[in-house]
């Protein structure tokens, strides 16, 4: 996956004078020696499931995102609606049936999958602060042994907190939250394990579902195993070396317990998300509340610890920024660690930065609705990108305009268009509101963050940044109303806190050659006839190129804001595909709030054949003014599948520089450019073989770029995406246990199934049905008495009571979206019940008599359309001439009377050829026992 989070290096420049009459700004030389990309934009989704996200990953992957931002995984403690930072129990996600608000950790891995195949990040946020709001005060909460991992103390000794009594912003209670001390050793085995020096406060009693630190041999699965490859490093800010070993997704009961402080069991959970669970980066909670030695050893904790390596093999670094609620750049600048040396893995460093609260402060109040009270100038050089070295360069500060804690700026638009065109790191904050509408935490975000009824505004602009968020930053012009800034030989960015109707008109220096045409980006030129959607770039006296541009007013609304940039190709039809199947489409006519969640808006294009051909035309680029913008033509197309896949059959991936815009990408067999073409169109094409690619989604991107002569300036171009699915196999699925609800009842028992590849939307289960009863018959008998409930992301569950005593036949009948499914056969699910004697006793009465043999005569002339578990001797699912001779050895073990040995001898005769001829035709005598059981 593409990592584009730590910063380039810093730098020197020249500082322009501003020319006070105009509010432009002119240099006589500038020298830029930095990053100049702006890093895939974070979106902030919360209040939403891990299946949801899963769902609409085809909708982060069209709005162009590259990092997913969600809340706390583990469970809370104030329940399962819980947001989550009422840490209860680190390591619990969910499981099946017992889900947190989220979901479980099969989803988040799944979630964390999937965001691999789009090229995106997974960011959880992280409490290291605090834990929960019980504490020692309540007493069954400490018999149920307090929270899992942490020792609750006795006496005077408050264990591995802090006193209820103690204050400050360390020390004391941040919203009646319990205060993790991080400082005191307490060694323990924090997640028991039998025989070890386990935590001493072992839960005896439930207490609302909880019940902590009981050792348990599952518990090893969350510990390193020493058996495998040991990492060791320096750390340098903590003076210490660490070791760590790898967690053994193999086996985990191969994990080695060992004791740790409450430093070193959240220093374990961290590294486990990391290299368990699939997270690639995360938010830090109330960091300003706990001593900052600590995040040194949380860098130690998760420096190289991703075990999945970029296309280069190169490690990609954790990244992670820091919640640090104070509106002092000073201040939030010193949290900031960035000093990993990837030529030097024995030496630990940090790759964290701290969310800039002295911007967003400074955004809420000067792109308020309060035109009068505005000021550029109060906002813009508030941003710790610009405190840090007096420049804007990305350096440090995650940029956001709202949050799940905090309302943002009025001009909710014009905040967004600035922080996302800004080189550096940005936040987009989504409520999906699946969890029901009012609720005042978390607060309300950007319903549009994904499109749909909501708009597009922030898809749009969030494209923008990806195509032409790159060149280095240029102070354009600045007063109290207005403010632009270029991305050099990319894109000129607008902004406008007047609430006023009208535009402004100014003149603007900028670095694009004399005679080139930018195109307005956003569509906001259409809400008002003076605004060009086209300018042309012309020579000034003194020799510069300037622009005449038009400044947008809000009008009373969140419009002030327009963003001029190079043409980029186009492609009528986009992304072409052959041997598309059918379509699964996506719908934006949601009706609620929380169907914003749920809903996916982009179309699945199914695939079942074992090949299809890519492609795609690109068409001559003629402007809005008449221009034949030739260098928007394209001169050069190329595709990626997922994160990365060799698809054009070369052996490799062709591209896999770390940040550069190719990286995952692949070349066209056929290539045929619209730049050197005469009719300015051009035809890109490749055969792919679908057999390379795993059942469900894949997401593909073809790039096509912007002619440029200058191998210096930034690239321009245009992405064209399409989803597809996969859909050559049948849904594969088995059942993973059929044990007992409760132990020593037998006759009840829980059947447990699972989907194989995840590809799975719905299972039926039918018990003891024959097993050549057809497609057809079986799908016609589907009804609410075969549904079986989901209770995991790869799960489904069905309960059946009264359960005989037998060898028991499951037909599984898996659904996936597009509508395939499969019907499975598995057998031999021998129940040890008290209903019935089990083998031969087929009518259940614990007897074997002439009733029995009659029963199974019926069955065997039914040929397998119908079934009964006392019948299957050899548990094949089948009743058949093995059953026939098993039967009667049965009832010879049992000594069955003659009635019933008769009337077995009468069927089993008429089953047997003559022995001569049953000699010639299978060489085999095992028939023949069949005629011993005459009586006498």
């Not at 934009?41 to 997913?68: C, P, V």
């Not at 053994?248 to 402080?261: K, R």
């Not at 009528?572 to 934006?588: F, I, K, R, W």
Request: proline share 3%; charged share 25%; with cysteine.
């Amino acid at each position: 996956m593409t990592r584009f989070m730590k910063s380039g290096s810093k730098l020197t420049r020249t500082i322009c004078p501003m020319l006070a009459a105009s509010g432009m700004l002119a240099c006589a030389n500038s020298a830029f020696a930095y990053d100049d990309v702006s890093a895939p934009t974070i979106l902030q989704w919360f209040d939403g499931s891990y299946d949801s996200m899963e769902r609409r990953a085809s909708d982060i992957f069209m709005a162009g995102y590259g990092n997913l931002w969600t809340p706390p995984p583990g469970r809370a403690d104030s329940g399962n609606h819980s947001v989550g930072y009422d840490q209860y129990n680190r390591f619990d996600l969910g499981s099946a049936g017992n889900y947190t608000l989220y979901g479980s950790e099969t989803g988040l891995k799944k979630l964390a999958s999937t965001l691999d195949m789009i090229g995106a990040n997974l960011h959880i946020d992280l409490v290291w602060n605090h834990n929960g709001f019980s504490d020692r005060s309540n007493n069954d909460f400490i018999k149920s042994g307090g929270y899992p991992g942490f020792w609750m103390g006795e006496g005077s000794n408050d264990g591995d907190f802090h006193g209820p009594y103690e204050g400050g912003d360390l020390n004391g209670r941040l919203s009646g939250l319990i205060d993790i001390n991080h400082e005191v050793s307490n060694w323990y085995v924090r997640n028991p394990v039998p025989g070890y020096n386990n935590l001493p406060n072992a839960g005896t009693q439930d207490y609302w579902g909880k019940l902590a630190n009981v050792p348990t041999e599952e518990n090893r699965r969350f510990y390193m195993d020493t058996g495998t490859t040991k990492k060791t490093f320096y750390e340098p800010r903590t003076g210490l070396t660490f070791e760590f070993y790898e967690f053994n997704s193999d086996d985990p009961t191969a994990g080695d317990p060992i004791e740790e402080d409450a430093r070193g069991y959240l220093m374990r959970n961290a590294r486990w998300l990391v290299e368990e669970i699939g997270v690639d980066g995360f938010r830090i909670d109330a960091a300003k509340h706990f001593q900052g030695q600590n995040l040194d050893y949380f860098d130690a904790a998760v420096f190289d610890a991703n075990p999945r390596k970029l296309l280069d093999g190169s490690t990609q670094d954790v990244f992670s920024y820091l919640e640090v609620f104070d509106y002092n750049p000073y201040t939030l600048g010193g949290y900031v660690r960035k000093d990993i040396d990837p030529n030097n893995r024995g030496t630990a460093g940090g790759n964290r930065d701290v969310l800039d609260f002295s911007l967003f402060g400074a955004m809420r109040g000067n792109l308020s609705k309060n035109g009068y009270n505005n000021s550029f100038y109060n906002m813009v050089y508030e941003s710790m990108d610009y405190i840090d070295d007096h420049m804007m360069n990305g350096s440090s500060g995650v940029k956001f305009v709202n949050s799940h804690d905090e309302h943002g700026a009025e001009l909710n638009n014009v905040a967004h268009a600035y922080t996302l065109m800004m080189p550096g790191n940005s936040i987009v904050y989504f409520n999906a509101k699946e969890f029901g509408d009012g609720r005042d935490f978390p607060k309300d975000g950007r319903g549009d963050a994904l499109g749909g009824v909501w708009g597009n505004t922030i898809t749009t602009l969030n494209n923008i940044r990806n195509t032409h968020g790159r060149g280095d930053y240029r102070e354009r012009w600045i007063e109290k109303e207005l403010f632009a800034f270029e991305r050099a030989g990319s894109s000129v960015v607008l902004l406008s806190n007047r609430m006023d109707e009208g535009v402004d008109a100014r003149t603007l220096r900028v670095d694009f050659k004399p005679g080139t045409r930018l195109v307005e980006l956003t569509g906001n030129h259409d809400k008002n006839g003076n605004v060009q959607e086209v300018v042309t770039v012309r020579k000034g006296d003194d020799g510069n190129s300037y622009i005449d541009i038009n400044f947008l007013r809000n009008d009373g609304d969140d419009q002030g804001y327009l963003i001029y940039g190079l043409a980029k190709p186009k492609s009528e039809n986009g992304v072409e595909l052959s041997n598309v199947a059918s379509v699964l489409e996506g719908g934006n006519d949601v009706e609620k709030n929380w169907e914003n969640a749920t809903k996916r808006l982009t179309d699945l294009n199914v695939i079942t054949a074992d090949n299809f051909e890519l492609s795609i035309n690109t068409q001559k680029v003629v402007l809005a003014d008449g221009f034949h913008d030739k260098d928007a033509d394209s001169d050069y197309s190329i595709f990626k599948f997922d994160g990365g896949l060799d698809m054009n059959g070369n052996g490799k991936v062709d591209y896999v520089t770390p940040n550069s815009t190719s990286y995952g990408f692949e070349e066209f067999d056929v290539k045929n450019d619209g730049y050197s073409a005469a009719d300015g169109n051009g035809h890109y094409s490749q055969d792919i073989d679908a057999t390379k690619l795993s059942e469900g989604e894949h997401f593909i991107t073809i790039r096509s770029y912007r002619h440029n002569d200058d191998a210096n300036s930034p690239e321009i171009y245009e992405d064209f995406k399409k989803v597809i699915y996969i859909d050559r196999l049948p849904p594969e699925s088995k059942i993973e246990s059929f044990a007992p609800v409760t132990e020593g009842a037998n006759e009840n028992r829980k059947l447990v199934m699972k989907s194989v590849d995840m590809t799975a939307d719905n299972m039926h289960i039918f018990m003891d049905i024959g097993a050549n009863m057809t497609d057809s018959e079986i799908l016609a008998m589907l009804d609410g008495n075969s549904q079986t409930n989901g209770t995991d992301r790869d799960q489904w569950e069905k309960s059946f009571n009264s359960v005989s005593k037998g060898n028991h036949a499951f037909t599984l009948v898996t659904f996936e979206q597009t509508g395939n499914y499969n019907i499975q056969r598995f057998s031999g699910f021998f129940t040890d019940s008290y209903i019935g004697a089990g083998l031969g006793d087929l009518d259940l009465d614990k007897s074997y008599d002439v009733d029995d043999v009659n029963a199974f005569i019926a069955l065997y002339n039914a040929d397998n359309t119908l079934f009964n578990a006392a019948a299957d001797f050899n548990a094949d699912g089948l009743i058949d001439l093995a059953d026939v001779t098993l039967f009667g050895d049965k009832l010879d073990e049992v000594n069955a009377d003659v009635v019933t040995i008769s009337a077995y001898d009468d069927f089993a005769s008429t089953l047997i050829p003559e022995p001569s001829a049953l000699l010639i035709l299978t060489g085999s005598l095992s028939i023949l026992g069949l005629r011993r059981r005459k009586a006498c």
